[in-house]
């Protein structure tokens, strides 16, 4: 069962970035924390889990949140199916995604 560190990204800002799929034949229980590394900038970011690269309405678990600098979002106890991505959008290009947590047998 591979734990720690799931997926880990600098994402290029307002464009839609794939962080971590779920494997074939897993759950995932995992956090994801957003850092605005920005010393001056606050930023929006938007957190979904979905079946593609581009997140329908219903998949979105943050949408437009505010980080303000030198700060932190996380979202955890996330639990994901096999096959399902988690996608992020940025505002800015000074944040940093970590996705951390556990898979297991479906």
């Given amino acids: 069962m591979p734990s720690g560190t799931l997926g880990q990204s600098a994402p290029s800002a307002v464009t839609y970035t794939t962080v971590y799929t779920v494997p074939a034949s897993k759950v995932a229980t995992f956090n994801v924390n957003f850092v605005n590394r920005s010393p001056q900038f606050p930023c929006t970011v938007r957190l979904a889990v979905c079946a593609s690269s581009t997140p329908g309405n219903s998949e979105f ?6 980080i303000q600098p030198n700060s932190v979002l996380e979202r955890t106890g996330i639990v994901a199916t096999a096959g399902k991505l988690v996608v992020v959008y940025v505002s800015l290009a000074n944040v940093s995604v970590n996705i951390y947590g556990f898979e ?3």
């Fill in 61 to 66: 678990i943050e949408y437009d949140c505010a």
């Fill in 104 to 106: 297991e047998a479906a």
